[in-house]
């Protein structure tokens, strides 16, 4: 390899010495999923002493991080640590409301303890909703590093920007996109495929409301696909599969894509592997 190009690899590589690596919020995240969950726990915990030592640990993890960025930070790495912290209580609520949606909505969901060790679309919720917290928090980065690992490990690309209502339920899941602007309201069921996007990528859009609106109530099918700032699903409503949408639709709406499918027959079988159309 050219020595030149090895030199400016050297280079980088040493600006970002005191770098946390972004697997380490991944797996302290992971952590703090842990604690809140105990059927994701890889330990048992036998006092509450020993579960606030835990706690702590990963409050202290997490200032080390944020430290090694302090300077793009909005305050003290201290105190952003500690505002996470705090808002745990809530977003374990907020959990529990979505793992109870799944498990409500699903019929092959046996038990909340299933959709919590089991579901990629509660683990991409509970990802986001961590990563959501830090973004209120003006941490730059890191959310999206979360959502991004969220997104590997599950195929459901949620960014952290989003905002999401409670008893969020995805079903399945693959495929689902929700954009930074979008806005999601209460007990919204979406299935796989689900695209909430922007008429347009120009990145003079960037500081925009671009992603769709969701209304409280609302179930949308596979495949189905919202764009634009400027669109409301109201509430009540559904969105059949494969349906495309660039504009709102009132509440308690049916909207549904209508397919031709054409059933030939062929006389001769022979003539079968020879399809046209």
Known sequence: MNSQFLETLFQSHQKALHQVPASAMCKLIEGALQLLFPPLADERFETVQELEAFANGLQVNMMRILTSMERDLPMPAEEVAERMM???PHIYELLLLDAQAI???DPAAQSIEEVVRTYPGFKAVAMYRMAHALY???VPLLPR?????A???TGIDIHPGAQIGARFCIDHGTGLVIGETSIIG??????QGVTLGALSVDKAMANIKRHPTIEDN?????????????TVIGANSIIGGNVWLTESVPPYSRVYHRSQIDVRRSADPAGIINFSI
């Open 86 to 88: 705090q808002k745990l």
């Open 103 to 105: 498990a409500a909505g």
């Open 136 to 138: 209120q928090l003006r």
């Open 145 to 149: 590093v979360l959502t991004e690992y």
């Open 151 to 153: 997104h590997a490990r």
């Open 186 to 191: 209460n007990h919204v069921k979406v299935y």
């Open 218 to 230: 609302v179930v949308i099918y596979a495949g189905a696909t919202i764009l634009g700032g400027n």
